[in-house]
């Protein structure tokens, strides 16, 4: 495994839109970082462009301002101000205005397709995003949110969503030995790497139903090497020792590394839940199967935590 790099630069982006929940999210994000130099963020507030949205894709962005209307440039200046104001609640909370750029967009196609867009230029190591705090019944009645649209076509960068306000720093991290559970332990080592606040608690469920992953060592030996997975892989503990070691290689802390009981249920997402609320965790971290792999008879297992979380922080990394 590559040599850590103690002082790597991380950067999340950051889809706001002035609302409350946009708060919550940057509220979140400080409250994980404070004081800490390595956290840059770049906030963008993508402004629908109402009726005048048809082409505006192949409009240059000073042409846009003379086809919208009054309504939509008052929006522009509203996200302006709140842009402004987010750099000054980010200060207070310990994120340095040096370490924050803003940009204030209309949309070109659509605000969720605009985001994407921008997400997946490379130049981001996760997407954090705010939500209303609904889940699928109540979109066929409110019509779709934004998170929801981000979790169904968001696949290349890491997905934060979160949900009311989070008072924890610690972590839940299902794991097993496939390569989506360990990809997951990866981003967050990345993240958290010399995090002095950080904490992770360990979770691996035998499903009653379904079987559980069996890892992939060739598809994991492309990822991080064959020396480190024969080491790590092997071991007689692997399930817990192989994500816990991923952490500690990444700059974690082992003393702010727990295990959990092993255990055995019939729906992982309701055990998800009911140990994160059990455990006081305000972030749980899932990997999911990669875009366009079936998923079986039954719902995924990290379509079913964003279902259901209320008032924490998942991370959705696949």
């Known amino acids: 495994m590559a040599e850590i ?19 919550n999210a940057l509220r979140y994000l400080s409250y994980l970082f404070t004081d800490l130099e390595n956290i840059n963020v770049h906030l963008l507030c993508v402004v629908p462009a109402g009726s005048a949205r048809l082409g505006m894709e192949w409009v240059d962005e000073r042409d846009q301002m003379t086809m919208v209307s009054t309504q939509v440039r008052a929006k522009l200046s509203a996200a302006r101000r709140f842009m402004e104001e987010a750099v000054l609640q980010l200060g207070r909370r310990g994120i340095a205005p040096a370490q924050v750029t ?58 934060w969503i979160v949900d009311g306000k989070v008072n924890s720093r610690r972590f839940l991290l299902p794991v097993d030995s496939s390569f989506n559970s360990l990809k997951a332990a990866d981003h967050l080592g990345f993240m958290l790497a010399h995090n002095p606040y950080a904490e992770v ?56 590394i727990y295990r959990l009981d092993r255990a055995v249920c019939l729906q992982p ?50």
């Not at 990669?290 to 990394?317: C, N, Q, R, T």
């Open 5 to 23: 790099i103690q002082d790597i630069q991380h950067k999340v982006l950051a889809a706001v839109d002035g609302s409350i929940h946009s708060f």
């Open 102 to 159: 803003t940009s204030v967009k209309l949309s070109r196609s659509s605000v969720a397709a605009d985001i994407l867009t921008e997400a997946n230029k490379g130049l981001y190591d996760a997407l954090l995003i705010g939500r209303r705090g609904i889940g699928r019944i109540e979109e066929l009645f409110m019509g779709s949110s934004l998170s929801g649209s981000m979790a169904e076509r968001c696949y290349k960068i890491p997905l």
């Open 269 to 318: 997402h309701t055990h998800i839940i009911r140990q994160s609320s059990k455990s006081n965790c305000g972030t749980i971290v899932i990997g999911r199967r990669p875009k366009g792999e079936k998923k079986g008879i039954f719902k995924g297992v990290s379509d079913s935590v964003l279902d259901m979380a209320k008032h924490m922080a998942i991370w959705v990394i696949g």
């Open 201 to 256: 608690s360990l979770l691996h469920l035998s499903s009653m139903v379904g079987g559980n992953t069996a890892a992939d060592l060739e598809s994991l030996s492309k990822m991080w090497g064959h020396d480190w997975c024969e080491r790590h892989l092997n071991h007689p503990d692997a399930i817990y020792h192989a994500p816990e070691q991923m952490l500690i290689d990444r700059g974690l802390n082992p003393e702010r």
